[in-house]
T-cell receptor, first 114, second 106 residues
Framework: EPEVTQTPSHQVTQMGQEVILRCVPISNHLYFYWYRQILGQKVEFLVSFYNNEISEKSEIFDDQFSVERPDGSNFTLKIRSTKLEDSAMYFC????????????FGPGTRLTVL | KNEVEQSPQNLTAQEGEFITINCSYSVGISALHWLQQHPGGGIVSLFMLSSGKKKHGRLIATINIQEKHSSLHITASHPRDSAVYICAVSGDDMRFGAGTRLTVKP
C-alpha cells in the first residue's frame, strides 16, 4: 500500500542552524501539507502546497519557513534559523486533491533544537 | 475559545465497552476528519466526512452539520484501540482538536 515517507525520523540541531525536513508524498497525490505538534500540544497546520505554490499558510509559517518540491517527488520544509521553540514533531501529509479523500500522514520527523 | 472542542479529554474503558468521543466546532468547514495517533506519534486518518454517517469495521463516525457536532463511536472496544483520537476540520486550512486519550483495559 502506498505511503508517505519522511526523513530523517529524528533531527537534532543547534539553535540558529538551518534544517531541511524531507517528505516523499504518495506519487499520484496533488496536495501536500506540513503540520507540527509541539510535545504535549495539539497538531497545528503550517502550510498547504499545490501546483508548485503555497495554497494556504498559517500565522506560524513566517519568513523563517519555506517549502519546496524540488524534483517532482520530494516535498521539503526548510527552517532557516532554528529557535528552541521550533522543537516539535513535524508531519507531512498528502491527498489526491481538495475534497478528494482523506489525507495520508507520514510518520513524522522529531526536531530537537538545542 | 478553541475552534474545535473535543470531549472527553481522557477516557478509560473496559474491553468490550461502547465508546463515544464528541467533537464540536465553531467554524465553517468543507469536511471533518477523525484521526488516530498511536503512542509512537504516527497519525492515521480514520474518517473524512461532510454529512451523515460512515462505518469502518467497529468504528462509526457521524456528523450533524446544522449542530456543528460530530461523534466517533467504537463498538466492542479492545486494548489495541488505545490511542489518542483527534477531530480536525478542514476548510482553507486544517484546525485540530486537542485529542481524546483513550485507554482500553483488558
Amino acid at each position: 500500500e502506498p505511503e508517505v515517507t519522511q526523513t530523517p525520523s529524528h533531527q537534532v540541531t543547534q539553535m540558529g542552524q538551518e534544517v531541511i525536513l524531507r517528505c516523499v508524498p504518495i506519487s499520484n497525490h496533488l496536495y501536500f501539507y506540513w503540520y507540527r505538534q509541539i510535545l504535549g500540544q495539539k497538531v497545528e497546520f503550517l502550510v498547504s502546497f499545490y501546483n508548485n505554490e503555497i495554497s494556504e499558510k498559517s500565522e506560524i509559517f513566517d519568513d523563517q519557513f519555506s517549502v519546496e518540491r524540488p524534483d517532482g517527488s520530494n516535498f521539503t520544509l526548510k527552517i532557516r534559523s532554528t529557535k528552541l521553540e521550533d522543537s516539535a514533531m513535524y508531519f507531512c501529509a498528502s491527498n489526491g486533491g481538495v475534497g478528494l479523500g482523506e489525507q495520508f500522514f507520514g510518520p513524522g520527523t522529531r526536531l530537537t533544537v538545542l | 475559545k478553541n475552534e474545535v472542542e473535543q470531549s472527553p479529554q481522557n477516557l478509560t474503558a473496559q474491553e468490550g465497552e461502547f465508546i463515544t468521543i464528541n467533537c464540536s466546532y465553531s467554524v465553517g468547514i468543507s469536511a471533518l476528519h477523525w484521526l488516530q495517533q498511536h503512542p509512537g506519534g504516527g497519525i492515521v486518518s480514520l474518517f473524512m466526512l461532510s454529512s451523515g454517517k460512515k462505518k469502518h469495521g467497529r468504528l462509526i463516525a457521524t456528523i450533524n452539520i446544522q449542530e456543528k457536532h460530530s461523534s466517533l463511536h467504537i463498538t466492542a472496544s479492545h486494548p489495541r484501540d488505545s490511542a489518542v483520537y483527534i477531530c480536525a476540520v478542514s476548510g482553507d486550512d486544517m484546525r485540530f482538536g486537542a485529542g481524546t486519550r483513550l485507554t482500553v483495559k483488558p
